[in-house]
């Protein structure tokens, strides 16, 4: 299994995705969101390029119930339902409900990733899970950054090593490219020590700039979520949920051993 993180979307249009898995990765905060409104219970979410785009398809969907979700600059778009917020997803704000989705970098990964056999979406709060569905889906794996407004992203490179790590400590011959060996540096560096991210991270910072340090709380999270969102035919959905724990494997969880609570 040979493993590759695109560390920024400059590489999206020349990444061949055919043949292969596709996890994106947009930690602070689409993915993370992402991961939040399966676990409270939504129906779909479906990635848009653009604000317009997510109005004309809301009514295309209807009768269904819809939501709007989506930020630029990090705020939420006049007259949408949501921003991207892991905190906007409850049970009660979108259980059983279809959200349209857009956001400044996090929903062109998405898009992207769609061209690839098998994709998914991952974030820190997810990361063993995830780990466990690229293994289970038995392909070479390309991990996509989200980065921030085309460049790169620290929180997601951390993730994406993480992602990496959990794959080599899973499948004894798999094989990273190099940009995938720089991720995985970077996920141990910080695996055990996640709330750096707070101060080293320009995106992170400006979060708690805006008052958004309750986010930063809900995103820079490992394994709180047995969720792997599953893209397919334009959609996510909830995907195959907790997967077993493949024998041998290691928990992303620094400190610990594998065994299934990793699943709880």
Sequence with gaps: MRVHVALTPGEFPDLALGGRAALVVDVLRATSMVV??????????????????????????????????????????????????????????????????????????????????AAAVAALTNVGAAVRWAVSMGRDL?????????????????????????????VARATLSDAAQAARCLGILYGARLDRLRRDS???????????????????????SGVVPVLANGAITAGPGALTWPAGAADTRWGRSASPGANR
């Design 202 to 224: 320009g995106w992170a910072r400006h979060l708690e700039a805006r008052a958004r340090g309750a986010d930063l709380d809900c995103c820079l999270r490992l394994d709180t």
């Design 36 to 117: 939040a409104a399966f676990d409270a219970g939504c129906a779909r979410v479906i990635p848009v390029a653009g604000a317009a785009e997510a109005r004309e398809r809301s009514l295309a969907l209807l009768p269904e119930p819809v939501l709007l979700a989506g930020e630029r600059g990090g705020e939420r778009i006049e007259g949408f339902d949501l921003g991207n917020s892991p905190l906007d997803c409850t049970p009660e704000s979108v259980g059983g409900r279809n959200i349209l989705l857009t956001t400044t970098n996090g929903t062109a990964a998405m898009l992207k990733a769609s061209q690839a056999d």
């Design 142 to 170: 390309m991990v996509l950054c989200a980065g921030d407004r085309g460049g790169f992203s620290l929180e997601d490179a951390v993730c994406a090593g993480l992602l990496a790590e959990g794959i080599v400590r899973a």
